[in-house]
C-alpha cells in the first residue's frame, strides 16, 4: 500500500527509531544493537521472538499506528494508480496487504477514494507475523481458496514485500525498486516497472 497505491506520508525511520528506542528502553535490546539491516517490521518480530509480553506488543504497536495514522493524513495517490485499478476492477480479485493496522489503511484507502475497488483489506491485525512473513498472504488465499498462489501476482517497493509473497509461492513484481536490490536481499521479481500501468503486461 505504502508508495505503492499511496504516496505515503508516514515518516519510517522515526517509527522505526521510536520502536528501537522503546525496546531498548523496557531492556529488549541492547543498546549496541545493530538495527541497520532491520525495518520496523523485522524489529517487531524480533522483539516477539524473544518473548515480550502482551503489554509490551501493545503498547509498541500503539506507536506504530501513530505514525501511520500522522502519516496518512493527506497522503495521495501514487502516478496512475487510479487508472490501473480503474481498468483491473471487477475482472481480478484485488487485496490490500500492508503491515499497517487495518484503521490506518482503511483510513488512508478511503480518504483517496479507492477502497471501493478493493475486494479485502488485510492489515496487521490478520497477520499471525509480518511481512516478510508470509501470514498475511496465507489468510489471504483462505479468503479465496479457489485461487492458486501462482495466480496471484503481487506488487510492492520493498524487500520484505517480495520476500512474503516469494514465501507464499506468490510472483512478485518490484515497483521503483531495481532488481539488483531486491536480489540482494534474495527476493527473484518476476518483472520490475517504474508505472504501474506496467503491472498490466503481467496480468
Known sequence: MDNTLLQSNIDFPQMKSDVLEFLIRNSILSAEFDVHEHTTATLIELARELGITDDIYEAMMSKTTEHELLGMRGAGLEPGAK?????????????????????????????????????IIIGREQMSALKPSPSGYHYMMSKFKTIEPKEWIAIGDSWIDGKAAQAAGIPFVSYRVSADQMLQRCVKPIGNIEHLSGLLHYL
Do not use: P
Not at 91 to 114: D, F, P
Open 83 to 119: 487508472e490501473l485499478l480503474e481498468s483491473i476492477y471487477e475482472k481480478y480479485v484485488l487485496v490490500v496487504l500492508t503491515n499497517n493496522s487495518l484503521a490506518a489503511a482503511r483510513e488512508a484507502l478511503e480518504l483517496t477514494g479507492i477502497s471501493e475497488y478493493f475486494d
